[in-house]
């Protein structure tokens, strides 16, 4: 199981790094798709606020390759992957599956840390 969350803790780290450097430099160039999800997305472009998402998606990836403070990229990670899954839900359900397979990948990298996650899921404080 080691070796398999360090291959998944891996894989995140990459795709997130490219993707998310991506939303500075735009080197992975694609049309937008048509419809509301075009608009969404033109939206996300046209104020900026992908360069806020890049970010976090970038530093995400930096820390699951180095193997620092995996937990915080992973609480970095969460809310980039739910956003990505209900997009997909709501506006594209055809193209679910890489969203489908990056949270798959999260699940196995939280699973192997999730004794830092330990304090959020008790039901009250210890006395």
């Not at 992973?74 to 990056?102: R, S």
């Amino acid at each position: 199981m080691k070796i398999i969350g360090a291959i998944a803790r891996y894989l995140l780290g990459l795709m997130f790094l490219v993707f998310g450097l991506n939303g500075f430099f735009n080197f992975l160039h694609g049309p937008l798709p048509p419809g509301p999800p075009g608009e969404f997305l033109g939206l996300l472009v046209s104020t900026h606020f992908v360069y806020a998402i890049g970010a976090v998606m970038g530093i995400s990836g930096i820390l699951f390759l180095f193997n620092r403070y995996v937990a915080l990229g992973l609480v970095l990670l969460g809310p980039v992957l739910f956003n990505i899954l209900v997009f997909h839900i709501v506006m594209q359900p055809k193209t679910i599956g890489p969203g489908v397979v990056v949270t798959l990948l999260w699940l196995l990298v939280f699973w192997q840390h999730r004794a830092a996650f330990a304090g959020i899921f008790a039901a009250r404080l210890p006395a």
